[in-house]
């Protein structure tokens, strides 16, 4: 008996062609999906790396302002304190100055009582003069005057005192002259004569006193 055979049904046999499609294009879909997660995180990295090295910089910076800014106060600080030690020293010469004019100024005034006490009349720097009256001198042929002459400096006059007077008759000078004694260590007294070679003057008036060193 011969078998019967029904009719063919149409697209049965591409079935496994139509599934090989899809996973074709599953395939490339998930190549796709790798080949774009890929790049994202290449992204994301190289993104995440600026931001690293901007972070970086950015502590690099203030750090370095910062030890800058610590360098700037403390060499501020360091001139502040040399400034205020040199304002201190300035002032403690200033002072130790003052104290030794002062008591400089105390021993002058208590030197100039006592030689003044002594019948001394001062010339300035430490040096006095005193004359002597009529009876205790001649004069010889020109009329002349004597005085003593003593210095209280403390190195003396070692290249002498140069004393000069101005001849006098009535209220004006009619000449001048000097004499420089020997050299002279503090305290020891010369005696100096000095003439009117004119013999018309009636008088004799120190002008100048110089100690010679």
């Known amino acids: 008996m011969d078998e019967v055979q029904g009719p063919e049904m149409p697209g049965v046999q591409d079935a496994p062609?139509?599934?090989k499609g899809d996973r074709g294009r599953i395939i490339i879909i998930?190549?796709?999906?790798?080949?774009?997660?890929?790049?994202?995180a290449g992204f994301l990295?190289?993104?995440?790396?600026t931001q690293a090295e901007q972070r970086a910089e950015a502590e690099a910076s203030a750090a370095s302002a910062s030890a800058a800014a610590a360098a700037d106060a403390s060499a501020s600080?360091?001139?502040k304190r040399t400034a205020d030690n040199a304002a201190s020293a300035a002032r403690a010469r200033a002072r130790s100055v003052a104290e030794e004019a002062r008591k400089a100024a105390e021993?002058?005034?208590?030197?100039?009582?006592q030689m003044e006490a002594r019948g001394w009349t001062s010339a300035g720097n430490q040096m006095y003069f005193q004359y002597l009256s009529?009876?205790?001198?001649?004069?010889?042929?020109?009329?002349?005057?004597f005085l003593d002459v003593v210095s209280m400096a403390p190195n003396g006059c070692p290249g002498g005192i140069y004393v000069a007077v101005s001849i006098d008759r009535g209220e004006g000078s009619i000449g001048s002259t000097n004499e420089i004694t020997a050299g002279l260590p503090t305290g020891k007294v010369a005696r100096v004569k000095l003439e009117d070679t004119s013999n018309q003057g009636d008088g004799f008036q120190i002008t100048k006193m110089n100690c010679h060193m």
């Open 17 to 19: 062609e139509a599934r």
């Open 30 to 40: 998930c190549v796709v999906a790798v080949v774009l997660a890929l790049g994202g």
């Open 45 to 49: 990295a190289a993104n995440l790396s």
């Open 77 to 79: 600080a360091e001139a």
């Open 107 to 113: 021993r002058a005034d208590s030197e100039l009582k």
């Open 134 to 145: 009529d009876s205790e001198f001649t004069c010889g042929r020109w009329k002349c005057t």
